[in-house]
């Protein structure tokens, strides 16, 4: 069993400590240091949110639960879910490696042991404050269910027999014991993590009228539905509506949304006739009999989303907040409902389809892209907001983050030098999901640690940039306007492992550790850029692929203490010809880069 990657090991933390800790019973040892504390209390935090996902209750509720303290007896949470009538016992290992070894499992089988036999003779004063309701429910409960929680490399083959030997045994003489226990590893504490801050999904009823249908190859809807009904699911449901949609609503002023307000606003009867009508995918769809008093089809849906008409149906909304006093209850649109499962990828073919017969942009598809959602949700265990579909959001604060600035930080640590000249150049490139640069900015290995890490390291560049443009005159400032991404780039590869690592960088320490590299940096640039300005201007350096490659490799080497190294004429002589660049060259070269620390 694998065992949890650090990233994902410090976002289990963040959230244990956010969530879980400040509801713990108080450690009854007060010798401890804080440092000690906070270790301590991580680990019994994970007890309760394991607790949580498997009974679904509240963090609050979880917490109270914990047992796990000095002589806990090896049972970290003990807890009575009265709806199936079962008693969880719970004992779990918050280690980033290592087995759940057999002496957590004799001790936790012992504890158990003890605990069926209402002996509660050495347990602790979390458990003895508790005495009368857990003996209780260990007599009335109907079922006993171990659970074994853990985030490091799995049981061993020892501690799984300790425990299935509890189970099996008939000496105790207690049967109601569920025949497996649960193993909660680390892969299953990742998903429940992420599934957290997945959007609710959307169940409803949904009326169509004029209804028709057909089954195969897809089971699809048709028919028109009152647009007042898809207003109303969008005020109960708020964006969450166009969770599968490529963008959420893009502001009353686009000519598109004006030119729906005015229909309702004048016509609303010819709204049917004027406008294109939605899509909408569900997870299930279930036919029933015509709603009560009309001839409206009711259809149950479980997992709906508007993947085509969000303009439509919020600019809907505002009209009527707005202009609550008119009538629009004669406007209609056309609907088409498939029925899509959850993980079939070809809801994300509609959706594409659909909205390519609008006016797109190549970016706003990678809104479909899975790797994305994953970010938004791993950003959001961090308090950041991330917004990757395009729309009308204009939150601006230090805690957000659009796709466009984490993918052009990103690009600053890339190993390819093009991305300096792509970033100048050709930025949409980063953001088409069928490219090549795209693919390796947001591969599946990128973390959300490393995505702040990128953002604020070039926040900073963004801020010292701009101190310098009021201060210097007008070729330096071109120089530096425009060379931004080439200074950024340079700096970047000196704290690529800081910004790689697991632990998110301080700004004030990068503000602090980067101001005097940043400085040299500088005037290496301003430096190195002179031969280049007899002939052409800095903006024509800058978005030209050879001459940016030449001053990357002459500020790195200069910048990097590589002047004197002898394998770098050997590098240059080796040179494909095939390659775009001097690829052997440039590995080197940041094979030997030298790397600030303390940034975190």
């Known amino acids: 069993m694998s065992k949890i990657k650090p990233a994902h090991f410090e976002l289990l933390k963040t959230k244990l400590d956010n969530e879980f800790v400040p509801h713990l019973p108080e450690i009854q040892d007060a010798t401890k240091t804080p440092e000690q504390l906070k270790t301590k209390n991580l680990s019994r935090a994970f007890s309760a949110f394991v607790l949580q996902q498997l009974c679904r209750v509240s963090a609050q509720t979880a917490a109270n639960a914990v047992t796990d303290d000095f002589e806990d007896k090896g049972i970290d949470a003990i ?20 087995q759940f070894g057999q002496d957590e499992a004799n001790a936790f089988c012992q504890g158990v042991r003890k605990l069926i036999q209402q002996d509660l003779t050495g347990f602790n004063r979390h458990i003895q404050q508790r005495a009368v309701h857990i003996q209780d429910v260990v007599e009335k409960c109907a079922h006993i269910q171990l659970v074994v929680a853990y985030t490091g490399d799995g049981i061993s083959q020892h501690a799984r027999t300790a425990i299935n030997e509890l189970l099996t045994d008939t000496t105790h003489g207690e049967d109601r014991f569920c025949a497996d226990y649960i193993a909660y590893d680390a892969e299953q504490a990742v998903r429940d993590l992420q599934e957290a801050e997945a959007p609710a999904l959307i169940n409803d009823t949904i009326y169509i009228d004029k209804h028709s249908s057909i089954e195969e190859p897809r089971k699809t809807h048709f028919g028109r539905i009152r647009l007042l009904d898809l207003v109303a699911l969008y005020q109960q449901h708020g964006p969450g509506l166009y969770e599968k949609n490529i963008r959420t609503f893009l502001g009353r002023k ?43 089809k009711s259809l149950d849906v479980t997992g709906f989303s508007i993947v085509n008409g969000a303009q439509t149906i919020t600019s809907a909304a505002e009209h009527i907040r707005d202009c609550p006093s008119e009538d629009i209850s004669s406007a209609f649109v056309t609907i088409t ?15 594409q389809a659909r909205n390519y017969q609008n006016q797109v942009s190549a970016a706003d598809f990678a809104a479909l892209d899975d ?12 308090n950041v907001h991330y917004v990757y579909k395009g729309g009308a959001d204009a939150t601006t604060n230090a805690n957000t983050i659009r796709i466009e600035e984490a993918a052009y930080a990103l690009a600053l640590f890339g190993a390819d030098p093009r991305f300096v000249v792509w970033l100048k150049r050709e930025p949409g490139r980063l953001l088409t999901v069928e490219s090549d640069q795209y693919k390796a900015l947001f591969s599946s290995s990128l973390t959300a640690q490393q995505l702040i890490n990128a953002v604020y390291f070039r926040r900073y560049v963004q801020q010292r940039i701009a101190n310098e443009l009021r201060s210097s005159n007008w070729q330096e400032k071109l120089t530096y306007r425009h060379g931004e991404h080439t200074l950024g780039w340079v700096l970047a590869q000196q704290v690529r492992r800081q910004q790689t690592g697991h632990l998110l960088m301080d700004p004030d ?52 203490g590589l002047t004197n190294e002898t394998a770098l004429a050997a590098k240059r002589s080796q040179q494909n010809p095939d390659d775009p660049y001097p690829v052997d ?16």
């Open 371 to 382: 790797e994305q959602e994953r970010l938004r949700r791993d950003l959001a265990l961090l």
């Open 509 to 560: 320490k990068i503000r602090d550790v980067l101001s005097l590299p940043f400085d040299k940096l500088r005037q290496t640039l301003w430096d190195g850029i002179q031969p280049f300005l007899a002939y052409k201007g800095p903006l024509a350096v800058f978005r030209n692929q050879t001459d940016v490659i030449q001053l990357l490799e002459r500020l790195s080497i200069s910048v990097f």
């Open 337 to 351: 409902l498939i029925e899509v499962a959850a993980n079939d990828d070809f809801g994300k073919a509609i959706t």
């Open 585 to 600: 060259l440039f590995t080197y070269i940041l094979d030997k880069t030298p790397q600030l620390a303390d940034l975190t």
């Open 254 to 296: 686009t000519d598109v949304n004006a030119a729906i307000r005015r229909t309702l606003a004048l016509e609303p009867a010819n709204f049917f006739y004027l406008n294109n009508g939605v899509t909408a995918l569900a997870h299930t769809i279930t036919a029933k009999g015509p709603r009560a008093g009309d001839r409206y």
């Open 79 to 98: 807890y009575y879910s009265a709806p199936n009538e079962t008693l969880y016992l719970i004992q779990s290992k918050l280690k980033e490696s290592g």
